[in-house]
């Protein structure tokens, strides 16, 4: 009898010995996601290469597909996109899974396509808020509904923006603003994007976005901390590289050093442009973590950090975690929970704070433990870093590391990680 992904479990046999060898993280999910739309949005072909194939890349290249593009895949890290310069409706809702930036970059998008374009997802990335980007794109004289203030979403574009100018609270999330500046390059007039307020997490993101459209020929230029002008220039296919992806890389040097062991991830920590690389300062520096670690520019590095921490010398407290709570699942209160079902007490939220209480004689106890992944891959993947020092750690759903990181389980195992249970 075939088994739901739900109903899946595996248990992480702690090695009892330092992790050793070469692991390569795949292609970034971030720089993926945006070169396939741009690439896609471009007169001509291009061919990415370093590319991360993975459920998140998978929707938006479906979705890309669904809208005219031409999408080929030679080997397991190349597409070959090639577009018209401009994207058709879709006849079918676009089906995105638990993919926030396929969703929200393509629901900017469609207001590029001359009719209408619905954008949906899984009831995960159906409780997503999305409604600041809605506000947004109706400011920018787009019909726009979302009648949740989550997807799905309708969109009926014209083709083009009816203002040139827009506000955008990225409060919850900056991949609204993202998700505008690339499809603002798609119009025919200057935009001009700019923050509701200055406080914003992960800023590093939107710098990727504009490094990519840049990459795709477009002219965007930061005026102020807090506004940014993109030109009316469209896109232009071109080849493009790929860097791997930091926030995979985080649980590979996690690893390492929770193991004292070596693993060559073929790439330096200070070479990549992707703001979790941010986190590998605050791993190198384990068991001798800081007390006070802002997760705030590095966010998706959180649970790979709160879960080392539960091993370093003195305890850690996580602050700027207010938007993990809208991610794939409420990032804080997994954390605390399988922390917690660790050893009781071992992360404890408060507020939007979380307090991991450390303890390095965790190391070669036994504490069976099911870990309730909620279906995020981050969880899944940080808290098999647990199972590496205790016996007994049993990660529920580990299937739903393919959102981004689909070889997670045959690494550790390539590294010499044994399993109790079928890695999926
Ligand atoms: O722009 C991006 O590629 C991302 C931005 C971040 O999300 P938020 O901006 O929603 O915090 C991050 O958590 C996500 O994994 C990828
Ligand atoms: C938050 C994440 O993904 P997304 O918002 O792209 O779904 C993530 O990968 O940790």
């Keep these: 009898m075939s088994m739901s992904n739900a109903e899946q479990k595996l248990t992480i046999l702690p090695p009892g010995h330092p992790l050793e060898g070469r692991v390569s993280p795949p292609g970034s999910k971030s720089i993926t996601n945006r070169a396939l739309l741009l690439a896609g949005l471009a007169k001509g072909t291009s061919r990415l290469t370093g590319a991360l194939k993975s459920d998140d890349t998978r929707y938006m290249a479906d979705a890309l597909r669904a809208m005219g593009v031409t999408i080929s895949e030679p080997d397991d890290t190349t597409f070959v996109v090639t577009g018209t310069g401009r994207l058709l409706p879709a006849q079918k809702p676009l089906f995105l899974g638990n993919a926030g930036t396929a969703t929200r970059f393509l629901t900017a998008a469609a207001a590029l396509v001359d009719g209408t374009v619905v954008v949906d997802g899984d009831q995960h990335m159906r409780k997503r808020p999305i409604a600041p980007l809605v506000t947004a794109l109706r400011a920018l004289g787009v019909a726009v509904e979302a009648e949740t203030g989550c997807p799905p979403v309708t969109v009926s574009g014209s083709g083009d923006f009816g203002a040139d100018r827009v506000t955008i609270d990225a409060g919850l999330s900056s991949q609204y603003v993202s998700a505008l500046l ?93 703001p979790d690389a941010k986190s590998y300062e605050v791993i190198a520096r384990f068991p001798h973590m800081p007390a006070i670690i802002d997760g705030s520019q590095m966010q998706d590095a959180v649970p790979t950090l709160a879960v080392l921490a539960a091993f370093n010398e003195t305890p850690v407290r996580f602050t700027g975690l207010a938007n993990l709570r809208v991610k794939e699942c409420d990032r804080v209160r997994a954390l605390s929970t399988g922390l917690s079902n660790i050893r009781p007490g071992l992360g404890i939220e408060e507020g939007d704070d979380l307090l991991v209480a450390s303890d390095p004689k965790l190391a070669g106890q036994t504490l069976p433990a099911d870990i309730d992944t909620f279906a995020d891959h981050r969880i899944a993947m940080s808290f098999a870093l647990a199972g590496l020092k205790i016996n007994g750690i049993t990660i529920l759903d580990p299937g739903c590391v393919a959102k981004t990181y689909p070889r997670y389980w045959d690494e550790l195992a390539s590294l010499g990680v044994d399993f109790e249970g079928d890695r999926p």
């Design 182 to 274: 690339m499809a603002a390059a798609g119009g025919t007039r200057p935009v001009n994007i700019e923050l509701a307020g200055e406080e914003i997490g992960a800023r590093g993101y939107i710098d990727l976005t504009v490094a990519a459209m840049h990459a795709f020929g477009a002219e965007v230029r930061q005026v102020s901390p807090s506004i940014w002008q993109v030109a009316p220039t469209g896109y232009r296919a071109t080849d493009y590289i790929i860097e791997p992806d930091a926030s995979a890389a985080t649980y590979l040097w996690a690893a390492e050093v929770l193991t004292g062991g070596s693993i060559d991830l073929g790439v330096a920590a200070a070479s990549f442009s992707q």
